[in-house]
């Protein structure tokens, strides 16, 4: 599996921005995806953006309902990185934001970072 190393989050407050970024330990494949899902206490992790690169450098992105028209998912193919930015926060958007990336070994995950909103 491809190891994922997280940054960002922390305490904001509503209203206000969040910028997560993620990196890949290595590269598996030319083609695959990268993004975010959060989970809210115990609910059912719920996917927020992701960025899906073919033979190329350019991806196609993808967001959920929670997030969209908020969010912008933003990524660097040589790098193997991912930065997530979710804009006019609300403490609804309070979780733990999980790395995923989909490749040929298969979904591997990150540690997942804690973000809280303050209202």
């Known amino acids: 599996q491809v190891q994922l190393v997280e940054s960002g989050g922390g305490l904001v407050q509503a209203g206000g921005s969040l910028r997560l970024s993620c990196a890949a330990s290595?590269?598996?494949?030319?083609?695959?995806?990268m993004g975010w899902f959060r989970q809210v206490g115990r609910k059912q992790r719920e996917f927020v953006a992701s960025?899906?690169?073919?033979?190329?450098?350019?991806?196609?992105?993808y967001y959920g309902d929670s997030v969209k028209g908020r969010a912008t998912i933003s990524g660097d193919y040589a790098k193997d990185t991912v930065d997530l930015q979710v804009n006019n926060l609300t403490p609804e958007d309070t979780g733990v934001y999980y790395c995923?990336?989909?490749?040929?070994?298969?979904?591997?995950w990150g540690q997942g970072t804690q973000v809280t909103v303050s209202s």
């Open positions: 290595r590269r598996t494949s030319s083609r695959f995806d």
């Open positions: 960025i899906i690169w073919g033979d190329g450098a350019t991806g196609a992105t």
């Open positions: 995923f990336t989909d490749r040929e070994t298969g979904r591997s």
